[in-house]
Every structure is written in C-alpha cells, then in structure tokens.
C-alpha cells in the first residue's frame, strides 16, 4: 500500500492508492503522532505499515516562523560578517517607520570571518589556509559557511567546510545549500539551512520506520529521501502547498483547463500558484517569514487566511481577518473545544454555507450555538467576515495573475483543501475567472499531490559569461550528467526524465525570468512586462537541471467519485470539504476527471 500524507494547521490529511481517505486532527505538539495514526487509518487490517509513505510537512516553516531552530554560526569571508544583517535597501513597510526587518537567525558573536578572498569572475586574490578557520564558540548546534564568489569558484569554501567537519560539526556550506550569486540571499539561504538541521532531522529521522520508504515533498513540487530532506531542510518550506499545486494543475489540465490558478485554503493559510500550459510557474526564490530563500521551488504565493482565521475588529474600528489562527488547538469555537474567537470556519457555519448537524474527522458535529456567540461577542457578522477574507483571497491570486501580465478571465480556478471549496465562487466572480475546478477529494488533495509526485533532483548554478554565450550548451550537458550521477531513486516506473533550463535578463537588468533556452526570453519578457528591447544583448546568469522518477501511483488510477449536478444556491458535503455553489452558478461533474465545473448559469 502506498499512502500520501500532508500535515496542514488543522488536519493532517492522508490518501492511499486505492482511494481511501481519512482526516485526522494535527498534533502541534507531535506532527509525527498525526501522521502515524493517520496512516494506520487507511492501511488495510492486517497490514502494519505501508509499502511508500510520501509527506508533505510543515515543520520546517513552522521552525523558522517560530524561531525554534538550533544555534548557527557563520563563517564567512573577512568584512562580510554583517552581510545578513545589512541586506538589501528595499524595507517590509516602504512608508511604515516602525516596520522592522527579522532579527538575523545568527547573533553577532557568533558570526565569523576567516582570510582569503576571491575575485569577481572566481580567480583567487588571497589565499585562504585552512588552519585560519577561527574557534566556534560552544554551544552551536550547526555552522553555516559562505564566502564570496563562491559559486564561481568552490575551492575556498570546500576547504573550509573539511576543517569543520574535521572539527566534528555539522555544515551547511553555500556550494552545496545554494551554489547562487547574490551574496546576502545566498547567505541567508545557508543560515535558514542550517538553522533547521537539528529540528527537521529529528522528525525526519523519527518517521523514517514509518514505512518500508519514505519520501519528502519538496518546495520544488518532487520528492526526496528522509536522508536528502534532512541534510537540505531549507527546501521543505513550501512542501504541504507544492503537493496540492502538482495535484491541482494536474486535474485541471484533466478537465480541460490548462490554464489556471490552483486555490488551497485550509485552517490557517491560503495558497495559490499560476498554472500556464498544465504546467506550475517556478521561482528560483521565495520570502519566507521575511527572509530570501533561494531553493528551486513552485511559485506559491501566501496569505494569512483560512478556515482558521480569526476575525475580530482592529484599533482602527476596522473588520481583520487573520492572519492570527485559531489552529487545531483550541480551533474554531464551533468545533467546542475550548476557542471563544470567531473564525472564517464560525461564519461559514452561521451563514448556511456549511450544513447544520456537519461533523468533521476527530471533531464531531459542529456547534452553530458556539459560533454565534463567538461572532456576538466580537461584534462582527458573519457576513462581513466572509467579505473580508474572500477580497483577501481575491487579492492573493492577482498577484499571481495581474501582477504577472496574466488576464485571470482566461484563467480557471482550482478550489481545495477544506475551506477552498467554499469560497472559490466569489473570487472567480471578483475576477471575471473562466470557471471554478472542484477536483475529486478536494479536502485532501495536498496529500495525494504528494502520492503521486515524482522522485526529484535539482541543480543549479551561476553562468559567469554573460552575454557570452559560448559553452553554454556544454555548460547544461555536464550539469545533467552531474544530476543523473544522483537521480532519485527508482520508482519502477522505468527511467527518469531530464529537463533544463536558463534564468535571462536584458543586460542591465537586475531581475531575471526562466526560460527553457535564451531565445525564448523576448516573448516571456513581452508577457510579464508588456515590451520587448529588440538590440539589447540578453544575459544567461543561471543554468538549471532537473531529473524527475515518475510515482507509480498517477491521479488517474484512483477510483472515480460518484457527483451529482447541482444548480446554486446549493451546499454540496463531501467526505472531505463542503462545496458551496452560490445562486446564479451551476455544478457539473467532469465525465472523466469527476471534478466540479463550477460555471455561472447563462442568463
């Protein structure tokens, strides 16, 4: 049996090959005890674990949002000690004196520098001794090292990562974490890297006799070993939302909507990722709790706002929903177990969009007496609240779609995760979006994401030329033999499937767009910005490679779910999520895919 699982605020989710599916409460205090119990809730009698568990996780970026990671220090190159504090010009609030930027995750006295230096394209200026490696104050869990240029050229801080690991401590060295330019980014990603290694390696290391293999969804929408996952714990932090993209572009190319935004908005969060030709826009970089993080990964976007978010009226007088959660403990004051704060999921229940007498997995029925009362007494209505994060959530995708030169009325909208579902309708109506995609087990879509995603291995490095474009060919085929040295491992699905490709800019750009090959630019550069510089030289400045291991297990396999056409106003419950179609709008189940078209009826 294989099984997909994906931990979220309020439920961790759980998908096997065969269909089944179960909820069941997240424990904060213990993700590992949900998804063992979880498991077990799917596995046939008799069977004490699965064959593969794939799991998309959220304690990496819980560790790094609540600042739970272990002590770092840095080694870096002489005068490049404040790198991670200087940072860039830009500020979190450009016209908010009081905003501040995060506190660096390295304290001052532990950060370090060491001799040597290297000059712009790579050749050595100073040499650097080993033996110059200065003490590392006791205590520290784990050192992050980066030193200048030293994604054009390795040998200093190679040499540096051997003397600390000679040392006995473990290291998280930028030519391995992130092999980029941009100094404070490629330092930053190596600190967050190594911040995360005692606390992510526990909890990998705990659930790796969770099944005879288990794999890790990364950020970049694949699959790695427990043991890959803990060494590069920096690449988990968009690992729950990454599964429920791949699932999502998946169905709605399946539909016949290669075109889209995926929407998964569960307990404390809403994700969304643009979705061009079936395939999900990557980022070579992401901010996660204010921080840049420069991993492969998917280009998800968000926001503080799910069925978990907590309403309440500002010093302003203003209406606020979240991004404070009531989370799975004590969760919303509907589910009765100790929350008095009212939620998104509390309106939902009061204005009839979630069915009297539901009960969810592990929570029982739904207390519409509760959720009243905890609207009351926050003087809101749950109405008002339902307004407010759906223009939130409105906001979320033109981000991803406007912001990006993207008409969303050519767009679909892919609604899931528990609260998706609910709330897709009038986004898509905000937007004037072609249609809502209601996939088949919408609830628990993350999870099966994550079941069906392929093994993955990503490369990337900086490209020193330019402009100059020569070599660049020879540049990619050593790349892929690099990353077909270590492909993921075999999924029996007969071979792996190697793509590259390139990050362009205009010369004397400071920004940069991916691309299959350079040629390609121009028109991806007329789609984001509206013009193209005809003349000006394009300039390569990253090379990128990926090696992909299909999953044996693909969404078509799973068994069809049995839905009924319905025309709005209309509550449809599920096993997983309630679906609301709002008056003026109609449900119909995709023949093939089964997913909920949801469309406005033609007036």
């Known amino acids: 049996m294989r099984i997909g699982v994906d931990t979220g605020g309020t439920f961790t989710d759980v998908v096997a090959a065969d269909g089944t599916i179960a909820k069941v409460p997240s424990t904060p205090h213990d993700p590992g005890e949900a998804v063992r119990s979880g498991a077990a809730a799917v596995l046939p009698q008799g069977v004490d674990r699965p064959v593969s568990l794939a799991h998309g996780t959220t304690v990496a970026t819980n560790a790094l949002l609540e600042r739970r990671g272990g002590r770092v220090a840095l080694v870096t190159g002489e005068g490049f000690a404040d790198v991670i504090e200087i940072g860039r010009q830009d500020r979190p609030s450009l016209y908010d004196p009081w905003a501040d930027r995060p506190e660096p995750l390295v304290a001052r006295e532990d950060r370090l520098e060491v001799p040597g230096r290297l000059a712009a394209d790579g050749t050595e200026l100073v040499p650097l001794d080993p033996a110059d490696v200065p003490e590392i104050p006791e205590g520290v869990d784990a050192v992050a090292v980066c030193l200048l240029h030293s994604d054009l050229n390795a040998g200093h801080e190679r040499d540096v990562r051997g003397e600390l690991v000679q040392r006995g401590f473990e290291v998280s060295a930028s030519m391995d974490v992130s092999p980029e330019f941009r100094e404070y980014e490629r330092t930053v990603t190596t600190v967050v890297n190594a911040y995360l290694l005692p606390t992510c390696r526990a909890y990998l290391e705990g659930l790796a006799g969770a099944a005879d293999s288990v794999g890790i969804m990364t950020s970049a929408g694949g699959l790695t070993d427990v043991e890959g996952a803990a060494r590069f714990p920096v690449s988990l932090l968009l690992s729950g939302p990454a599964g429920g993209v791949l699932a999502g572009s998946a169905a709605a190319r399946a539909s016949g909507f ?45 926001i503080g706002a799910g069925g978990g978010s907590i309403a309440r009226i500002d010093a302003g007088g203003a209406l606020a929903v979240g991004p404070r959660s009531a989370g799975a403990v004590p969760g919303p004051a509907c589910y009765g177990h100790g929350g008095t704060e009212p939620t998104v999921t509390d309106a939902d229940l009061v204005a009839g969009r979630l069915p009297d007498g539901v009960a969810l997995p592990g929570i029982g029925v739904l207390d519409r007496s509760a959720a009243v009362d905890a609207l009351r007494a926050a003087g809101v209505a749950a109405d008002d609240v339902i307004t407010v994060v759906d223009a939130a959530m409105e906001e979320a995708v033109r981000a991803v779609s406007v912001a990006r030169g993207v008409d969303p009325a050519g767009l679909a909208l892919v609604a899931f995760g528990g609260a998706g579902p609910l709330h897709a309708c009038a986004v898509a109506d905000a937007l004037g979006m072609a249609a809502v995609v209601v996939p088949a087990r919408a609830g628990v879509l993350s999870a099966l994401g994550c079941l069906a995603a392929p093994m993955q291995s990503d490369r990337v490095r900086s490209w020193a030329s330019g402009t100059d474009l020569r070599g660049l060919g020879d540049a990619i085929a050593s790349l892929l033999t690099e990353v077909s040295a270590v492909a993921p491992g075999d999924q029996g699905t007969g071979g792996a499937e190697l793509s590259s490709s390139v990050d362009c800019r205009y010369e004397g750009q400071s920004h940069e767009i991916r691309v299959a090959r350079p040629e390609d630019f121009p028109a991806a550069h007329e789609r984001r910005n509206g013009y193209v510089r005809p003349g000006t030289p394009i300039e390569v400045v990253a090379v990128r490679v990926t090696c992909r291991e299909p999953s044996v297990v693909q969404l078509e396999d799973l068994p069809p779910v049995g839905r009924v056409a319905a025309v709005g106003p209309a509550v449809i419950a599920e096993a997983d999520c309630t679906i609301w179609v709002p008056p003026g709008w109609r449900a119909d189940p995709h023949p093939v895919t089964s997913a909920f078209i949801i469309t406005r009826v033609a007036r």
Not at 261 to 279: A, E, H, I, R
Not at 281 to 286: D, K, L, N, Q, T
Request: aromatic share 2%.
């Open 258 to 302: 290669p075109d889209a935004v995926t929407f998964d908005m569960g307990g404390t969060s809403t994700d969304v990722c643009l979705v061009q030709g079936g395939v999900p826009e990557p980022a070579g970089e992401r901010t996660v709790a204010g921080l840049p993080i420069r991993r492969p990964s998917l280009d998800v976007h968000t």
